[in-house]
């Protein structure tokens, strides 16, 4: 991660005073800074696929992946935070291929604090932390019930980051991850999230090779193979070390 925390102060002044200005200018700065990320999602993203977005935020990649996906896909986005949901609704009414669920995503049904930060509208966390602004009570789901109860017809790819619970809503998706042949996922890896949240990167990992699903570090839009070793060896980072994987069988 890489905190210039000028510019943070800055875009969470116009998050909060003037949303217009900061909805144009994230959209921007994401468009270049994620360049090689949006290039990769059109490569593995086809046509008439149906995608998890968890973490939605205010409905960047929503609009991304709604475009690349088309008529024929669908795009589930997940946000719990009110105010980041309020602006996500506004940002995506004009997609016909989103469907919005003011909710975390977890491992359990049910009421859940959502710890606001004070800093970023991008980093509240479903977890204590010390320097939070307010709690936020939102109501929890599991992917797999959505996906029982036909709220989710199918699921063909998914993009989650939700600051290091990540685990947890993979244990509510199990039979998904189980069932599924050729699911591939975007995630961001960080192990001091992972650890704030009650697990660990090495955690993570093994829940995903009891599946038989290997990891992938994206760099520079390039794959490389993640082995465990690498994952034991990097466990420990601290809080700037972060980088996004690709999960797949």
């Known amino acids: 991660?890489?905190?210039?925390?000028?510019?943070?102060?800055?875009?969470?002044?116009?998050?909060?005073?003037?949303?217009?200005?900061?909805?144009?200018?994230?959209?921007?700065?994401?468009?270049?800074?994620?360049?090689?990320?949006?290039?990769?999602?059109?490569?593995?993203?086809?046509?008439?696929?149906?995608?998890?977005?968890?973490?939605?935020?205010i409905?960047?990649?929503a609009e991304v992946i709604s475009e690349i996906a088309g008529a024929t896909g669908r795009v589930y986005c997940f946000e719990p935070d009110q105010q980041n949901f309020s602006y996500l609704k506004k940002n995506t009414a004009a997609f016909n291929n989103i469907s919005l669920f003011n909710n975390a995503v977890s491992d359990l049904k049910g009421s859940l604090k959502v710890y606001k930060s004070k800093l970023?509208?991008?980093?509240?966390?479903?977890?204590?932390?010390?320097?939070?602004?307010s709690i936020e009570e939102i109501e929890a789901v599991t992917i797999d019930d959505l996906i029982q109860q036909n709220k989710i017809e199918k699921v063909d790819f998914i993009k989650i980051d939700i600051q290091g619970y990540e685990l947890s809503a993979f244990k509510g998706m199990?039979?998904?991850?189980?069932?599924?042949?050729?699911?591939?996922?975007?995630?961001?890896?960080?192990?001091?999230?992972?650890?704030?949240?009650?697990?660990?990167?090495?955690?993570?990992?093994?829940?995903?090779?009891?599946?038989?699903?290997?990891?992938?570090?994206?760099?520079?839009?390039?794959?490389?193979?993640?082995?465990k070793n690498y994952i034991?060896?990097?466990?420990?980072?601290?809080?700037?070390?972060?980088?996004?994987?690709?999960i797949k069988k």
Request: net charge neutral; proline share 4%; with cysteine.
């Open 1 to 57: 991660m890489d905190f210039n925390y000028t510019k943070i102060r800055l875009g969470n002044w116009l998050y909060k005073n003037c949303f217009p200005l900061y909805n144009y200018s994230y959209k921007r700065f994401k468009l270049k800074n994620d360049r090689d990320e949006i290039d990769l999602l059109k490569k593995l993203i086809l046509p008439g696929f149906h995608v998890l977005d968890i973490g939605a935020n």
């Open 59 to 61: 409905g960047f990649y």
């Open 120 to 133: 970023l509208n991008v980093d509240h966390r479903t977890y204590p932390v010390s320097n939070y602004d």
């Open 174 to 227: 199990q039979q998904l991850l189980k069932s599924a042949k050729d699911l591939q996922i975007i995630a961001e890896y960080w192990p001091h999230g992972f650890k704030r949240a009650g697990t660990s990167g090495l955690e993570f990992f093994e829940f995903f090779e009891r599946m038989g699903y290997k990891f992938f570090l994206i760099e520079n839009g390039e794959l490389t193979p993640l082995g």
């Open 232 to 246: 034991i060896q990097h466990n420990d980072q601290p809080f700037e070390f972060s980088f996004n994987i690709l």
